[in-house]
């Protein structure tokens, strides 16, 4: 009760000190109720990608824009699978914010799950279904924060465009690579935020947050062997299988020169910050410039922290090999297909040159094979996003306020769709609520059997979201 009361005296003087400016605040706690709904509407929508019928979500979402006023435009290059875009007008003196989410998510085995995969069924402080953390939260998150805009009426500097994706999980042609190629007009933004970062709590309690800055760039290479095919009782130096496996042995062993950007630099620095003794040494000496101790860390990252190791270079993890067909021949040929996850200022054809030396053999081809494919043909490198700027400022203001920690700029070692936004010269920030350190692992987190998201945190991220959307977009 005292807390109450004391909580409505802050209120009035709040009110009373900023009725000359009357900045808008929507009443989130009268919010939660709608929020819930649209959330539990879109996570019992199937959107499974493939086949991806994203359909009935854009058209619940439309529904929901333009119940509001707020007019929509449904971008499609495949009728099932339409992309959603409404856009709230500022004054045009800066330009505009793209908020983005994805309708569709990734598959479901429906055995495999307690509540069921759309059944958006809310226990214990949970909702669980498919795309609760990927990416109903975003696509909700930036819904709710269009809705409170046009309710409001602010008085907007910048367009503030909201994109709801189809296509995110792996049919990018239909989504944000057809929208970008055929309509970018429509979503041209000086910044964006979409999903990919994110608070992690540990034990309850929050520990740090991260927004995404920029992403490794994904390569598929091969390496073919060529040999003389032959009879298996009479061995040959020329087997393919043998020269292929040597060759994914040196290159498994090979480790690429560490090289830090500005965001995976900021990342170690900070995290040395709020991480133990033991951890904090070798995240400080992969960042100090000695190459002993980066040598030695960069050991210990790889055994003990394998994906904060792969955060240091561009890494090369060999994961199919073909070859051979009968137990008596000698096979021809063999391939083996290598997963390269490039820092963004990689030189492709550099690199190259690199990996032909640390293969070493005339009898191997080594090439890029098209993966991951693209509209263009080309490979999706949007490279960095500031940490100096204005949206990157007004995030991390925000997570203070909300979250009050830390915030690590993070390069994601996988790869998203701002890539083919930052392309296109947009700085974009991964954001996402705030989920347990120890969901995961116990087969709670995204593309899990039992996705679920905090209820609180939902809320929690709408507030979130909506503080950095005001603050980059409203008339100053
Ligand atoms: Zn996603």
Not at 32 to 58: C, M, N, Y
Not at 149 to 174: C, M, Q, Y
Request: aromatic residues 6%; proline residues 5%.
């Amino acid at each position: 009760m005292r807390h109450a009361l004391f909580a409505a005296v802050l209120s009035l003087i709040a009110v009373s000190a900023s009725s000359a400016q009357a900045p808008f605040q929507p009443d989130f706690a009268a919010l939660e109720t709608e929020t819930l709904r649209h959330f539990q509407a879109l996570v019992r929508i199937d959107t499974s990608d493939p086949p991806g019928v994203e359909k009935p979500a854009a058209d619940y979402v439309k529904q929901v824009l333009e119940a509001e006023g707020i007019p929509v435009q449904l971008l499609a290059d495949d009728a099932n699978r339409p992309n959603v875009v409404a856009r709230l007008e500022g004054s045009g003196r800066k330009r505009p914010l793209l908020i983005v989410g994805h309708l569709d998510t990734v598959n479901v085995d429906p055995k495999k799950w307690q509540h069921g995969p759309f059944s958006a069924d809310r226990d214990g402080g949970y909702i669980y279904g498919r795309g609760t953390v990927d990416d109903k939260d975003n696509l909700t998150a930036a819904l709710m924060v269009m809705l409170q805009l046009k309710r409001g009426n602010v008085p907007l500097d910048r367009d503030v465009i909201f994109l709801a994706e189809s296509g995110e999980e792996g049919a990018t042609r239909t989504g944000i690579e057809f929208v970008i190629r055929d309509h970018f007009s429509a979503i041209d933004a000086e910044f964006c935020y979409a999903e990919g970062g994110g608070v992690t709590r540990e034990k309850g309690a929050v520990r740090y947050a991260q927004i995404q800055t920029t992403e490794k760039v994904p390569n598929g290479i091969d390496l073919v062997a060529r040999g003389v095919a032959g009879h298996g009782s009479v061995p040959l130096q020329t087997n393919a299988i043998a020269h292929l496996s040597k060759a994914v042995a040196a290159v498994a062993e090979w480790q690429p020169a560490i090289n830090l950007n500005d965001t995976t630099a900021q990342y170690f620095k900070r995290l040395a910050g709020i991480s133990l003794p033991e951890q904090a040494r070798h995240y400080r000496n992969v960042v100090s410039g000695n190459s002993k101790l980066m040598a030695e860390s960069d050991a210990w990252l790889r055994a003990n922290e394998p994906r904060h190791a792969s955060m240091l270079r561009t890494s090369v993890s060999p994961n199919i090999i073909q070859g051979g067909y009968r137990n008596n021949v000698i096979p021809s040929e063999a391939t083996a297909t290598l997963d390269v996850r490039m820092i963004p200022d990689e030189s492709p054809e550099r690199f190259m040159a690199q990996l032909k030396t640390v293969v070493n053999d005339p009898s191997i081809d080594v090439v890029f094979n098209g993966w991951p494919p693209t509209l263009t043909g080309k490979s999706r490198n949007g490279g960095t996003s500031r940490i100096d700027s204005e949206a990157y400022k007004v995030a991390e203001a925000a997570i203070t306020k909300h979250y009050q920690t830390i915030t690590l700029p993070t390069m994601s070692t996988g790869a998203s769709d701002m890539a083919f936004l930052r392309e296109k010269g947009m700085q974009c920030y991964g954001i996402g609520p705030a989920a347990d350190v120890e969901d995961g692992p116990k087969g709670f987190g995204a593309h899990s059997d039992q996705e679920r998201i905090l209820e609180a945190e939902l809320h929690r991220f709408v507030r979130y979201h909506w503080d950095i959307v005001y603050e980059l977009a409203r008339a100053q």
